[in-house]
């Protein structure tokens, strides 16, 4: 089976966990780091706890493989830490080669929420078996599409709409 390839904009993360005890170092410059299969990316660093990154990265994407893994690390020292990651398993919705995602995030330092980060994802290239879209919802059944989804992760709910398998044929 051939893989696919996606595009994922890393739009920005919002209310991320601030690092503690670091008297004298002001502020945070996390970057985020994305991971499909084998295939990792990172963007560049932004700026706080509510970074904007606005920054598109292509992935190989494995057949066989749904989920993307999501970290964020602060750089603000010589060694990146991580501070918050997730994971989003991910659905190619009907119809579609476009769609936002929302990976709600871990603490890796402390207790508390870790935060999240919004995607923007489109489906490149679509080997043979793949589904493909008949185009991208108009702007209003994406923006709902969003909200449901994000609605469901933060409850812990999937959609039952899982990842389509290629044909072998």
Known sequence: M?????S???LGAIALPERKGLAGYAGMTPFCRLKLGSSTADTSHGSGRN???AVTKRLQWPAGISELTVQVYDDRLRKPMLIASGAKH???PANRTKWDETVY???NLHSGSGGQVQLQMELTLAPQGWPSGAGEASGDEGAAASAEGAAAAQQGKTKGRRRPTPSTG
Do not use: E, G
């Open 2 to 6: 051939q893989d696919a390839q996606v």
């Open 8 to 10: 994922i904009t890393v």
């Open 51 to 53: 970074p904007t990154w």
């Open 90 to 92: 991910l659905n190619v």
């Open 105 to 107: 995030l871990h603490n």
